[in-house]
């Protein structure tokens, strides 16, 4: 059973930034795949970003193209940690941001939710205009 939990949301204006925290448990964290998914209201669940384990210790980070450029996915494996660092924020980017593993090697689509085993919480970004 792997645990996660988001923090570091909030309400910010237009243009601002802010970087969310995925604390995972699990003794293996460093071979699991991370993604960001997000969810405004009466929307659809929708992929953000992944940072996907492949081997040893390579990995690939993909973004939807609606944050291309403006987020970034990093991780901490010493800390068991994902990141997602927000930058020039826009109203459409408010949502609840929800973190994601998947802990064996994920040979489906990343941007699935269905791909992914466990979920945290969820965290609530808020962008004023």
């Known amino acids: 059973q792997v645990q996660l939990v988001e923090s570091g949301g909030g309400l910010v204006q237009a243009g601002g930034s802010l970087r969310l925290s995925c604390a995972a448990s699990g003794r293996t964290f460093s071979t699991y795949t991370m993604g960001w998914f997000r969810q405004a209201p009466g929307k659809e669940r929708e992929f953000v970003a992944v940072?996907?384990?492949?081997?040893?210790?390579?990995?690939?980070?993909y973004y939807a193209d609606s944050v291309k450029g403006r987020f970034t996915i990093s991780r901490d494996n010493a800390n068991n940690t994902v990141y997602l660092q927000m930058n020039s924020l826009k109203p459409e980017d408010t949502a609840v941001y929800y973190c994601?593993?998947?802990?064996?090697?994920?040979?489906?689509?990343?941007?699935?939710?269905?791909?992914?085993?466990?979920w945290g919480q969820g965290t609530q970004v808020t962008v004023s205009s």
């Open positions: 994601a593993a998947r802990v064996s090697r994920l040979s489906s689509d990343y941007s699935k939710g269905s791909s992914y085993d466990y």
């Open positions: 940072n996907k384990w492949d081997s040893g210790r390579i990995y690939y980070k």
